[in-house]
């Protein structure tokens, strides 16, 4: 029917009110509920910086892998080549290029496999190379056979170990190892079995220590490892794998979590040329040629340094956004890593770029990344109600952090009065929690004796952080 036939039907409207009204008998207005419905993250196009962006475009332009997975790929890839010959100081303590990064998507529309697939092609081309003669690869070692153990997970880059009378066990000079899990559940599910060590062990690796597992026979250990780590699994089994304690404990906070799905139909998926896929391996090959990141005798010998530009840019994030307590504890805890991670980003991109110097391209490129991984772990990890409660109970802890800065201290009473009985007991004492327990706290709680009362009344002030 063409549209200048079509013609109003007045039987549409009376259909509609008469649903309307099944909602004890009056009109149900929806305007008057609470509407929780939100965006999937959108990554800002800063993600895709150089070599890595290139990657990503190339292999999401003919299939409907997408192209930020592909991205968050290529980077741990890239950190695994790097291995510890570059480093950056922070503090006492030395931070290497390595990644943990979790791909979480639905089943089917995550493309999890087809995101990592060029990353398996390029590595591919790199290490055939070794079986030409040349006598060392670029590519670290990939181990995409599952993990289950800590004793199994530091067996592919053990130490040189003295057996007694069966003699010497060789070990792995090389320890670049990235490891790929495309069933990240199956890590989760072991880690929950009585004395599997793999958690510690895990986080061991991500601070870039030498680890040796307690066991009586078989002793083995790895010295100065650089292992990096790939996973990928459904929301839902992230959901209900995750224990309290992998949010407590540091062991999921070492993750860069993204959520990414294909964004666009593909009927028929075109591979990368292979001549795209060798001029990707021969320029990642060059970057970790210029660093030797295949010696393990270069551990420790380049420092990356930070431009004036970038150092005021990242000492801004960290006084603001990066020490911002994100909404909820849980989504606290879980982010708990930014401010090391933007560092370590920003020195993989600056690697790609040949040089030692972070600029603010880099700490640019680097903080797109951590708002993406900030919006996916509060899109996958709450609900759209939860997050709008977290809003909230901080919307209200700001406006008890004002009040008391206005009036020097004051009484839960007065805290309470603030709100004029718009806010429930347990709202206010979530805010009230969230000020006490901000790294560094924003407001401290005393008790005092007063004038009049047998007990002790109780008094909230600023921090001293916050009154200097």
């Known amino acids: 029917m063409a549209d200048k036939d079509m013609k109003f039907d007045p039987s549409i409207e009376l259909r509609i009110t008469a649903n309307t009204e099944r909602y004890s008998g009056a009109a149900y207005a929806p305007e008057s509920e609470p509407d929780h419905h939100r965006n999937i ?10 070599i890595i962006g ?45 990644i943990f990064a979790v791909h979480s998507g639905r089943t089917a529309l995550g493309r999890k496999g087809d995101a990592m697939a060029l990353i398996r092609k390029i590595d591919k081309s790199i290490s055939n190379k070794k079986a030409i003669g040349i006598p060392y690869s670029s590519a670290p070692k990939l181990h995409s056979g ?16 003295d057996g007694g009378e069966a003699g010497t066990s060789p070990g792995v000079r090389d320890k670049r190892l990235l490891v790929v899990e495309t069933e990240l559940a199956n890590i989760l599910k072991k880690m929950q079995q009585q004395g599997n060590t793999l958690s510690p062990t895990i986080r061991n690796l991500w601070d870039g220590r030498s680890v040796q597992p307690a ?36 062991f999921l906070n070492r993750f860069i979590i993204i959520f990414a799905e294909r964004d666009r139909l593909v009927p028929e998926p075109m591979p990368v040329a292979q001549q795209k896929v060798d001029y990707f391996a021969t320029q990642l090959e060059e970057i970790c040629n210029k660093w030797k990141g295949f010696n393990p005798d270069n551990n420790d010998t380049v420092v990356m340094t930070t431009s004036a530009k970038a ?8 006084l603001g956004e990066l020490n911002k307590p994100p909404h909820g504890n849980m989504i606290s805890s879980l982010l708990e890593r ?19 110097t972070i600029e603010l391209k880099h700490i640019n490129a680097a903080w797109a990344w951590i708002r993406y991984w900030s919006d996916s772990v509060s ?49 206010i004492d979530g805010a009230i929690d969230e000020l006490l327990h901000s790294t560094p706290p924003k407001i401290v709680v005393e008790s005092r004796a007063t004038r009049g009362n047998q007990k002790p009344t109780r008094f909230y002030r600023l921090a001293a952080n916050l009154t200097k």
């Open 54 to 98: 290139e990657i990503a475009k190339a292999g999401a332009e003919n299939s409907e892998a997408n192209p930020y997975a592909i991205a968050l790929n290529a980077i741990t890839y890239v950190a695994a080549m790097l291995g510890r010959s570059i480093f950056l100081p922070i503090g006492d303590s030395n931070h290497y290029p390595c």
């Open 338 to 356: 930014r401010a090391p991670y933007v560092q370590r980003l920003a020195m993989i991109f600056a690697a790609t770029d040949m040089t030692t």
């Open 379 to 427: 899109f996958v990890f709450q609900t759209g109600a939860q997050e709008e409660q977290a809003k909230e109970c901080t919307d209200r802890a700001n406006r008890i952090l004002e009040f008391v800065a206005q009036l020097t201290e004051v009484t839960r009473t007065k805290i309470v009065s603030l709100f004029n009985n718009n806010a429930s007991k347990e709202q």
């Open 215 to 250: 066991t009586k026979n078989n002793k083995i250990s790895t010295t100065d490892p650089h292992v990096c780590i790939l996973g990928a699994i459904t929301p839902a089994e992230l959901l209900a794998l995750s224990r309290e304690g992998d949010y407590t404990n540091g």
């Open 41 to 50: 993250p959108v990554p800002s196009e800063d993600c895709l910086y150089g």
């Open 311 to 318: 150092r005021l840019r990242y000492n801004d994030l960290y």
């Open 146 to 161: 599952g993990l289950s153990s800590a004793e199994g997970l530091i067996d592919l880059i053990k130490d040189d170990s």
